[in-house]
């Protein structure tokens, strides 16, 4: 066998897990990471989708659940395509090295029978022997019983090297079929996630056909929602007056700067105020899901979430009101130095005015409407300037 050949065969053995497991194992584990997220946004839409139900007829709760099960299996989706294409890479890459190794499989058992061939011949005409002592000197000697050893040696090289060769061979087949497997599991499960997409869509087209037949009904509510909005508007702007009057008269005191400098640098690091949910109405103005034509602007955000779902304070600060806003049922506003946090919709409130509060401390109970929609309204102010609080809780898994 020779040397570069040799040399080819090793560095195919230690290359072959080399790049394909460090990078495609990371991409890999992304992307199953990606998978469990989504599915348990799925999950979580799709319990929550389950109480909105319960009626037996169309609401935005419903729509908003719907859309909400659409977005995340379309992410899953697309995750599950990227595995697919991700593994067909690999796949193709297994075959090269399968191919690979049986060409230099092959070469190397050539190699090996012309040496034992060669290596038989000499023993049925003991030209060993006299090879050896037809040497003209001792020298000449030691030279020739130093190439039969090295020979003989290389013989047994030969061999060891055909059994990593064929071991490594046979593990890459393995793995190769492995893979193609799986990249059939994740195709069977792709077609049944279209199935599912499909079947999703249909139904939100439906809903939406529902509601768009209660077109005077839906204008309505939003109307209601408008003068509710309006009021909690006012709650909170009075309260803010008030707020920076009592600060203006006490000359500001050094406890406000430092709560808001700690509040500010939490940045998109504020837990969710529920564990379970999701937005179903984002900050400021945008189209009214089914009303055309029709914005909606809203002041915080909307989260969705499930029946006596517990609504927790966000940071650490002082119960600035409780109140009760039509529309908007129990309300809770708690101050963090320059900023307020507000959660609306409690059916339920575990606080009171004045109350000192820390991260994570329950504020109250989520209300469940008529429609069986459970829905808080969080809003985040610096003083009287509205911010968007997605921009400030943090990414949820």
């Given at each position: 066998m020779s040397g570069s050949s040799r040399l080819s065969i090793l560095?195919?053995?230690?290359?072959?897990?080399?790049?394909?497991?460090?990078?495609?194992q990371k991409s890999k584990s992304q992307l199953e990471?990606?998978?469990?997220?989504?599915?348990?946004?799925?999950?979580?839409?799709?319990?929550?989708?389950?109480?909105?139900?319960?009626?037996?007829?169309?609401?935005?709760?419903?729509?908003?659940?719907?859309?909400?099960?659409?977005?995340?299996?379309?992410?899953?989706?697309?995750?599950?395509?990227?595995?697919v294409n991700l593994l067909g890479s690999d796949i193709d890459e297994l075959n090269q090295v399968v191919k690979s190794l049986d060409a230099d499989l092959k070469a190397l058992k050539q190699e090996y029978a012309s040496m034992i061939y060669a290596a038989s011949k000499s023993r049925h005409g003991f030209d060993r022997i006299t090879f050896l002592f037809s040497a003209q000197t001792f020298s000449q000697f030691l030279r020739r019983l130093s190439y039969l050893s090295q020979y003989?040696?290389?013989?047994?090289?030969?061999?060891?090297?055909?059994?990593?060769?064929?071991?490594?061979?046979?593990?890459?087949?393995?793995?190769?079929?492995?893979?193609?497997?799986?990249?059939?599991k994740l195709l069977a499960s792709q077609v049944a996630e279209n199935k599912s997409l499909l079947a999703l869509k249909d139904k939100q087209s439906s809903v939406i056909k529902d509601l768009s037949s209660r077109e005077k009904q839906l204008k309505n509510e939003l109307a209601l929602r408008k003068q509710a909005i309006d009021k909690l508007d006012n709650l909170i702007?009075?309260?803010?007056?008030?707020?920076?009057?009592?600060?203006?008269?006490?000359?500001?005191?050094?406890?406000?700067?430092?709560?808001?400098?700690?509040?500010?640098?939490?940045?998109?690091?504020?837990?969710?105020?529920?564990?379970?949910?999701?937005?179903?109405?984002?900050?400021?103005?945008?189209?009214?899901?089914v009303l055309k034509g029709v914005e909606v602007d809203n002041q915080g955000i909307d989260i969705q979430t499930g029946q006596n779902e517990i609504v927790k304070s966000v940071f650490d600060g002082t119960v600035a009101t409780v109140a009760f806003v039509p529309g908007m049922n129990s309300v809770v506003i708690i101050k963090h130095g320059d900023y307020y946090t507000l959660y609306a919709r409690l059916k339920k409130v575990n606080v009171k005015k004045g109350q000192e509060v820390k991260i994570g401390d329950i504020v109250g109970e989520v209300f469940t409407d008529t429609d069986g929609i459970s829905e808080i309204q969080f809003q985040v102010w610096k003083n009287n300037q509205k911010l968007d609080p997605e921009k400030w809780l943090m990414t949820k898994k």
């Open positions: 560095l195919l053995l230690a290359l072959i897990f080399s790049v394909q497991v460090s990078f495609s990471k990606e998978k469990q997220e989504n599915l348990k946004r799925i999950e979580e839409a799709h319990s929550i989708l389950q109480e909105t139900e319960t009626q037996k007829k169309s609401t935005l709760g419903q729509l908003s659940a719907i859309s909400r099960q659409i977005e995340a299996r379309e992410m899953l989706i697309g995750s599950i395509s990227e595995e003989a040696e290389a013989r047994k090289t030969q061999a060891v090297q055909i059994k990593r060769v064929t071991e490594a061979l046979n593990g890459q087949k393995r793995e190769f079929e492995a893979k193609r497997t799986e990249q059939q702007a009075e309260l803010i007056k008030a707020e920076l009057e009592k600060e203006r008269a006490a000359k500001s005191p050094v406890t406000s700067p430092l709560i808001s400098s700690n509040f500010e640098g939490s940045k998109t690091k504020l837990p969710w105020p529920v564990s379970s949910g999701f937005v179903s109405s984002r900050f400021g103005r945008h189209p009214h899901p």
